[in-house]
């Protein structure tokens, strides 16, 4: 059984409408200012799998509603900045689209996880010409939106091979060195965004 039912086709036709967007605003963004309003960007569909287990993790039944309505990443985007204001203007340009609605922010940029993590996450409600899993027309279907510096992005993968491809004996110590690091990378992003603004002044 799909999942996603009928409505898979459109989340590729989202996922690829809103990548080519997002692309087109850092191009027109670099024409203006000549820089990168960010380094990498990323989309997937979740896999079928995943989002089986995420609705039997939460005890809701295996059907499209429970995958595009009770749970909102079933596309997900992750936008992968140089500098942490680029995050808020990405931020900025996303929800001036017309057809795109912001329902949900978090800001672990200004408070961090508890573990050092520092993100920024969107879910945004994006509208369609074809129906969605509730029958309306225009139809409307979630993305979620994740936005982090280089940085953090690069400490998150690491954190990640580590702590979920080992059996790890001393999980105390190993979280309490990982956020040590992530504050040491927070730091550091801060100072970049600082020299970044004097060189901005000098010239």
Known sequence: MNIYGDFEPTLHEILDNLMTRIN???TD???QYHESL????????KSQDSMKQKCQKKNL???PYSALRENRDSIGIRIVCNFIDDI???IDLLEQMSDIQVIKKKDYITNAKANGYRSYHLILAKTVDGPDVDGNRPG????EVQLRTIAIDTWASLEHEMKYKHNIKNPELIGKEL????DELA???VSMQTIRQLIREEN
């Open 24 to 26: 087109d605003l850092n």
């Open 29 to 31: 963004y670099q024409n």
């Open 38 to 45: 960010f380094e990498h960007l990323n989309g997937r569909i």
């Open 61 to 63: 039944p295996l059907t």
């Open 88 to 90: 808020y203007t990405c």
């Open 140 to 143: 409307l279907f979630y993305v």
């Open 179 to 182: 956020k040590r690091v992530a």
């Open 187 to 189: 730091s550091c992003d």
